[in-house]
């Protein structure tokens, strides 16, 4: 019943998300002040910090969603960015997190890596690649920031953004709600009225690709610098 309702296509604009990637990324670093300076004492950053992770989700797995990913190659090519800056940002995200952050869960560059191999898999549309799909799924979510419903809610999208209708609607609203598990709120679900709000209007921003793969390990290393002298002054992390 819910596969035959028709629901609208979803049109986002590229400044538009453009711009939900910049909003994204200030929901990120409020959130990581927050964590690793503070303690993770600010209530409101971290409920701010609980949206950021659907925007960077819906932004990836909008633009897999585009024709032509697959003839175009852009999946290797994603892949291979999200790699090399998941690997750049590890020193720091360790020193950060502790020693248990250096294997599991591995960082958001990571869980956005499993996000791209799993849709790979899937838009090539064979028995063995839907297999394959299965298994990168159930294992790279155990190791990976957000587990699975971060996982499950890309696929949504992108399978929404494919074909419109209900079940992966309700997929993605059910992926978002299994954020409760991870952050003990709903505030992920505030990104639905952001995505919303975003397909009705069209801003004009420039694409800036590369700054948003370097600016994650960037930003984890001047966390770390920034706590030096705050270490010096009494600090104490956590």
């Known amino acids: 019943m819910l596969n035959t309702v028709t629901l609208q296509r979803l049109a986002v604009s590229d400044g538009t998300l453009e711009a939900l990637k910049w909003l994204a990324l200030l929901l990120m670093t409020v959130d990581h002040i927050n964590k690793f300076l503070f303690n993770g004492t600010n209530d409101a950053a971290f ?3 609980r949206i950021a992770l659907p925007l960077f989700v819906f932004s990836l797995a909008y633009n897999l969603a585009r024709p032509g990913v697959l003839e175009r190659a852009a999946y290797p090519r994603t892949m291979r960015r999200l790699a090399v800056f998941g690997v750049l940002a590890m020193p720091a995200f360790v020193i950060l997190g502790g020693l248990s952050a250096a294997w599991r869960p591995l960082n958001i560059m990571f869980a956005l890596l499993a996000l791209t191999a799993t849709i790979y898999l899937l838009d090539r549309r064979t028995v063995s690649s839907y297999a394959a799909a299965a298994v990168v799924f159930l294992a790279s979510g155990a190791a990976v ?14 399978w929404y953004c494919k074909q419109p209708g209900a079940m992966p609607l309700v997929l993605a609203l059910t992926a978002l709600a299994a954020l409760w598990f991870i952050n003990r709120n709903l505030w992920a679900l505030a990104a639905v009225p952001i995505i919303v709000v975003a397909s009705l209007i069209d801003l004009r921003m420039p694409r800036l690709r590369w700054v948003f793969y370097a600016y994650y390990p960037l930003h984890l290393f001047a966390l770390c610098l920034i706590r030096i002298p705050m270490s010096k002054a009494g600090y104490l992390f956590f």
Do not use: K
């Open 47 to 49: 409920a701010a910090g």
């Open 145 to 158: 920031e957000y587990w699975w419903p971060a996982l499950a809610f890309g696929v949504a999208v992108w």
